[in-house]
Protein backbone atom coordinates (compact mmCIF):
# COMPACT_ATOMS: atom_id res chain seq x y z
CA UNK A 1 0.00 0.00 0.00
CA UNK A 2 1.13 3.40 -0.96
CA UNK A 3 1.45 6.18 1.69
CA UNK A 4 -1.29 8.42 -0.39
CA UNK A 5 -3.59 5.05 0.06
CA UNK A 6 -2.83 5.06 3.96
CA UNK A 7 -3.23 8.53 4.21
CA UNK A 8 -6.91 8.28 2.82
CA UNK A 9 -7.45 5.26 4.99
CA UNK A 10 -6.20 7.06 7.80
CA UNK A 11 -8.48 10.26 6.94
CA UNK A 12 -11.85 7.66 6.71
CA UNK A 13 -10.95 6.51 10.20
CA UNK A 14 -10.79 9.85 11.34
CA UNK A 15 -14.04 11.07 9.87
CA UNK A 16 -16.17 8.04 10.59
CA UNK A 17 -17.61 9.39 14.29
CA UNK A 18 -18.33 12.36 12.60
CA UNK A 19 -20.27 10.73 9.67
CA UNK A 20 -22.28 8.41 11.59
CA UNK A 21 -23.12 10.84 14.13
CA UNK A 22 -24.94 12.32 11.14
CA UNK A 23 -26.32 9.09 9.81
CA UNK A 24 -28.10 8.63 13.34
CA UNK A 25 -29.18 11.93 14.08
CA UNK A 26 -32.72 12.44 15.06
CA UNK A 27 -33.97 8.74 14.85
CA UNK A 28 -36.31 7.73 17.17
CA UNK A 29 -35.70 4.88 19.86
CA UNK A 30 -38.03 2.63 17.55
CA UNK A 31 -35.73 3.50 14.24
CA UNK A 32 -32.75 2.71 15.98
CA UNK A 33 -34.38 -0.96 17.03
CA UNK A 34 -35.17 -1.21 13.40
CA UNK A 35 -33.00 -3.68 11.93
CA UNK A 36 -30.72 -2.59 9.12
CA UNK A 37 -32.38 -5.86 7.01
CA UNK A 38 -34.29 -8.99 7.81
CA UNK A 39 -32.67 -10.75 10.50
CA UNK A 40 -29.73 -7.85 10.65
CA UNK A 41 -29.12 -6.17 13.65
CA UNK A 42 -30.73 -2.94 14.58
CA UNK A 43 -29.11 0.68 13.97
CA UNK A 44 -28.97 0.94 17.70
CA UNK A 45 -26.89 -2.52 17.77
CA UNK A 46 -24.91 -1.82 14.53
CA UNK A 47 -23.86 1.89 16.34
CA UNK A 48 -22.61 -0.65 19.67
CA UNK A 49 -20.98 -2.83 17.81
CA UNK A 50 -18.49 -0.46 15.47
CA UNK A 51 -17.26 0.71 19.02
CA UNK A 52 -16.94 -2.94 20.34
CA UNK A 53 -14.89 -3.83 17.07
CA UNK A 54 -13.02 -0.67 17.04
CA UNK A 55 -11.72 -0.43 20.40
CA UNK A 56 -10.70 -4.61 19.42
CA UNK A 57 -8.90 -2.75 16.52
CA UNK A 58 -7.28 -0.34 18.34
CA UNK A 59 -6.02 -2.84 21.03
CA UNK A 60 -4.94 -5.26 18.07
CA UNK A 61 -2.72 -2.53 16.42
CA UNK A 62 -0.86 -1.56 19.96
CA UNK A 63 -0.11 -5.31 20.18
CA UNK A 64 1.17 -5.59 16.80
CA UNK A 65 3.31 -2.29 17.29
CA UNK A 66 5.12 -3.64 20.73
CA UNK A 67 5.08 -7.27 20.39
CA UNK A 68 6.88 -9.86 17.91
CA UNK A 69 3.96 -11.79 15.97
CA UNK A 70 1.25 -11.37 18.89
CA UNK A 71 -1.91 -13.58 18.58
CA UNK A 72 -5.07 -11.73 17.79
CA UNK A 73 -8.01 -13.16 19.43
CA UNK A 74 -11.41 -12.85 17.19
CA UNK A 75 -14.73 -12.48 19.05
CA UNK A 76 -17.97 -13.92 18.41
CA UNK A 77 -19.65 -10.38 17.44
CA UNK A 78 -23.29 -11.93 16.98
CA UNK A 79 -23.32 -12.73 20.26
CA UNK A 80 -21.63 -9.43 21.96
CA UNK A 81 -24.74 -7.44 19.55
CA UNK A 82 -27.02 -9.64 21.67
CA UNK A 83 -25.60 -8.32 25.39
CA UNK A 84 -27.39 -6.26 27.67
CA UNK A 85 -25.01 -3.32 26.89
CA UNK A 86 -25.83 -3.78 23.08
CA UNK A 87 -29.62 -2.24 23.88
CA UNK A 88 -28.41 1.10 25.59
CA UNK A 89 -28.36 4.51 24.60
CA UNK A 90 -25.97 5.13 21.62
CA UNK A 91 -24.58 7.66 22.97
CA UNK A 92 -22.37 6.42 24.95
CA UNK A 93 -20.72 4.41 21.66
CA UNK A 94 -20.79 7.33 20.13
CA UNK A 95 -18.57 8.90 22.85
CA UNK A 96 -16.28 6.08 22.91
CA UNK A 97 -15.98 6.13 18.84
CA UNK A 98 -14.99 9.38 19.20
CA UNK A 99 -12.65 9.13 21.77
CA UNK A 100 -10.60 6.27 20.18
CA UNK A 101 -10.65 7.75 16.80
CA UNK A 102 -8.99 10.33 17.40
CA UNK A 103 -6.23 8.77 19.48
CA UNK A 104 -6.05 5.64 17.13
CA UNK A 105 -5.95 8.20 14.08
CA UNK A 106 -2.70 9.61 16.18
CA UNK A 107 -1.69 6.46 16.40
CA UNK A 108 -1.65 5.58 12.78
CA UNK A 109 -0.11 8.60 11.15
CA UNK A 110 2.67 7.96 12.89
CA UNK A 111 3.16 4.53 12.45
CA UNK A 112 6.92 4.54 10.67
CA UNK A 113 6.77 2.92 7.12
CA UNK A 114 8.92 0.05 7.52
CA UNK A 115 6.41 -0.65 10.50
CA UNK A 116 3.31 -1.12 8.62
CA UNK A 117 4.52 -4.94 7.04
CA UNK A 118 4.28 -6.18 11.50
CA UNK A 119 1.93 -8.75 11.77
CA UNK A 120 0.22 -10.89 14.53
CA UNK A 121 -1.59 -13.79 14.49
CA UNK A 122 -5.28 -13.30 14.14
CA UNK A 123 -7.24 -16.08 15.75
CA UNK A 124 -9.55 -16.93 13.44
CA UNK A 125 -7.78 -15.47 9.46
CA UNK A 126 -4.47 -15.86 10.20
CA UNK A 127 -1.85 -13.30 9.95
CA UNK A 128 -2.77 -9.68 9.80
CA UNK A 129 -0.19 -7.28 9.03
CA UNK A 130 -1.08 -3.24 10.17
CA UNK A 131 -1.48 -2.57 6.49
CA UNK A 132 -4.20 -5.30 6.33
CA UNK A 133 -5.97 -4.06 9.75
CA UNK A 134 -5.27 -0.10 8.03
CA UNK A 135 -7.54 -1.65 4.78
CA UNK A 136 -10.23 -3.46 6.79
CA UNK A 137 -11.44 -0.94 9.20
CA UNK A 138 -11.17 2.08 7.01
CA UNK A 139 -13.85 0.24 5.36
CA UNK A 140 -15.34 -1.24 8.41
CA UNK A 141 -17.24 1.72 9.53
CA UNK A 142 -18.39 3.17 6.38
CA UNK A 143 -20.18 -0.29 5.45
CA UNK A 144 -22.03 0.21 8.76
CA UNK A 145 -22.93 3.83 7.79
CA UNK A 146 -24.18 2.52 4.37
CA UNK A 147 -26.38 0.02 5.91
CA UNK A 148 -27.53 2.66 8.16
CA UNK A 149 -28.29 5.14 5.27
CA UNK A 150 -29.95 2.88 2.95
CA UNK A 151 -32.27 1.75 5.95
CA UNK A 152 -32.88 5.36 6.07
CA UNK A 153 -33.83 5.86 2.49
CA UNK A 154 -35.71 3.01 2.44
CA UNK A 155 -37.83 4.41 5.03
CA UNK A 156 -38.13 7.48 3.97
CA UNK A 157 -36.18 8.74 7.56
Do not use: C, F
Request: a neutral charge.
Amino acid sequence: MTAAERTEKIRKIADLPGILEKAVSGLSNSQLDTPYREGGWTVRQVVHHLADSHMNAVVRTKLVLTEDHPPLKGYKQDDWARLADAGGDIQSSLQILKGLHDRWTRLLQNIPEAEWTRAGMHSETGPLTLDNLLNTYSRHGENHVNQIMNLRKAKGW
